[in-house]
């Protein structure tokens, strides 16, 4: 059973530069599987909301999908030697204060792979991230 970790979590100033990490276990990349990965977030007393995904196919190139508001600012990646996700905060901005959750799926089409949160059965516990102003 896959099992998500976030960490990195912080508070950063607007303008500044933030990492967090989702340690994926459970699972392990290799050929001929597809696995669908994402970060969502849920800032204070609002709905939980997608932010970023990304589809893995061996054999193909992996495709991201990013919600409008983090477009140009925020960078997912992955690490298949450290079975890590990754999101690059970059010029983050207060209104991105939330707690930050990986979401991942094994399988799957490329065309689900977005931010539908009910498409993910694994779920990491959250990591929070602060901007302040």
């Known amino acids: 059973q896959m099992q998500l970790v976030e960490s990195g979590g912080g508070t950063v100033q607007a303008g500044g530069s933030l990492r967090v990490s989702c340690a994926v276990s459970?699972?392990?990349?290799?050929?001929?599987?597809?696995?669908?990965m994402a970060w969502f977030r849920q800032p204070p007393g609002k709905e939980r909301e997608g932010v970023s995904s990304?589809?893995?196919?061996?054999?193909?190139?992996?495709?991201?999908w990013y919600n409008d508001s983090v477009s140009g600012r925020f960078t997912i990646s992955q690490d298949h030697t450290k079975n890590t996700l990754y999101l690059q905060l970059d010029n983050p901005k207060p209104e991105d204060t939330a707690m930050y959750y990986c979401a991942a799926r094994e399988g799957g089409a490329r065309y689900q792979c977005f931010g539908d949160a009910g498409f993910y059965p694994a779920w990491g516990q959250g990591t929070r991230v602060t901007v302040s102003s």
């Open positions: 990304i589809y893995t196919y061996y054999g193909g190139k992996d495709v991201t």
């Open positions: 459970g699972w392990t990349y290799s050929t001929n599987h597809a696995i669908c």
